[in-house]
């Protein structure tokens, strides 16, 4: 089994950047996806960017595309979510996901991944 644990939510103003962590334990895989969903009040959770640990192949959502940035450290095995540019819009609880079968382009589908955190709280005020 894997955990995940999310770090680096808070409060921001429009336009003020962040960024999230995702540092996994327990089981190691040697070929796998990270990748960042959310969650905003009264919506769907949905997909914001993804990458594969063994190429850095990334995917973004078009919502983020330009202004967020998802990144690996293979010797820390973690990844990160750089959010710039952030609009009130992008409030939301944000999940890591592990796809551990994951020599592949990264997916947008939630049912693809098999381990989750617990999630962050983001808020952007406007």
């Known amino acids: 089994q894997v955990q995940l644990a999310e770090s680096g939510g808070g409060l921001v103003q429009a336009g003020g950047s962040l960024r999230l962590s995702c540092a996994p334990s327990?089981?190691?895989?040697?070929?796998?996806?990270m990748g960042w969903f959310r969650q905003a009040p009264g919506k769907e959770r949905e997909f914001v960017a993804g990458i594969r640990w063994t190429t850095g192949s990334t995917r973004y959502a078009d919502s983020v595309k330009g202004r967020f940035t998802i990144s690996r450290d293979n010797a820390k095995n973690t990844v990160y979510l750089q959010m710039n540019s952030l609009k009130p819009e992008d409030t939301a609880v944000y999940y890591c996901?592990?796809?551990?079968?994951?020599?592949?382009?990264?997916?947008?589908?939630?049912?693809?991944?098999?381990?989750w955190g617990r999630g962050t709280q983001v808020t952007v005020s406007s």
């Open positions: 996901a592990l796809d551990r079968i994951g020599n592949h382009y990264p997916s947008d589908s939630e049912d693809e991944y098999d381990y």
């Open positions: 327990g089981r190691t895989f040697s070929s796998y996806i």
